[in-house]
């Protein structure tokens, strides 16, 4: 599996952009990078993900580095309900195994 | 809308006991997932099955833990002489296998808390 680096905590205040990164240079050439979330005392939510070309869609949108070493989840207006853990994901897709392997993933809180 | 459901939601058990959770999967979902998480850390990937088949165990389920999901449907997760070690989240999850090319979305339930005592 290909490692990432998040940071461990960032802060946004309420309605300003956010940019959460993330470094995954082992990826393989097909691997998707997945980003979910994890509220508290919830399960992980989807968030969107990608594999070459920057993705946007309701939540998030995803930009995705030339190389493939690195993307950047972007949250365009943060609200007190996307106060959670961000986690960054590189897997396997297809009929083979498809196990998503959690880091630590990245707190964000957001500011009133 | 349904999601993925499980039950109970939370569980205290007493060390040696017995313990079992249900997993509903998204409807028409082939794939169904077993996590477990402890507090601090990211979720651990236990087992998963596509329809019955069982196609993977993690090295963390021990012979303890059996996981079933007969008729490809709904899953049980049990855990035999439970012990302090176990206590965690075990969070279900389930997704639809299109095509060998596709990008595959997990979708996850609330979790099971078990406490063991």
């Known amino acids: 599996d290909a490692k990432t680096t998040q940071p461990n905590s960032m802060e946004s205040n309420e309605e300003e952009p956010v940019h959460l990164p993330c470094n995954h240079s082992?990826?393989?050439?097909?691997?998707?990078i997945h980003w979910y979330r994890q509220l508290p005392s919830q399960g992980p939510e989807y968030v969107i993900h990608?594999?070459?070309s920057n993705v946007n869609n309701r939540m998030a949108s995803l930009a995705i580095a030339e190389d493939r070493k690195s993307s950047t989840l972007i949250l365009h207006r943060a609200t007190l309900r996307d106060a959670a853990v961000y986690y960054c994901?590189?897997?396997?897709?297809?009929?083979?195994?498809?196990?998503?392997?959690f880091g630590k993933g990245t707190k964000l809180s957001v500011i009133p | 809308d349904t999601g993925v459901s499980q039950d109970p939601r939370h569980k205290i058990t007493k060390r040696g006991q017995n313990v079992t959770f249900r997993c509903d999967p998204i409807?028409?979902?082939?794939?169904l997932y077993w996590y477990r998480q402890t507090l601090g850390q990211g979720p651990e990937f236990l087992t998963y099955?596509?329809?019955?088949?069982?196609?993977?165990k993690s090295r963390l389920l021990s012979d303890r833990f059996s996981a079933e999901r007969p008729k490809g449907s709904f899953s049980t997760l049990e855990i035999q002489r439970t012990e302090q070690g176990d206590s965690a989240m075990y969070l279900c999850?389930?997704?639809?296998?299109?095509?060998?090319?596709?990008?595959?979305?997990?979708?996850f339930g609330e979790g099971s808390w078990l406490t063991v005592v």
């Open positions: 999850a389930s997704s639809y296998l299109r095509t060998a090319s596709s990008g595959n979305t997990i979708y």
């Open positions: 082992t990826i393989s050439g097909t691997d998707y």
């Open positions: 990608g594999l070459t």
């Open positions: 994901i590189p897997a396997r897709s297809g009929a083979g195994s498809y196990q998503l392997t």
């Open positions: 409807s028409e979902h082939n794939r």
């Open positions: 099955f596509q329809n019955e088949a069982q196609l993977e």
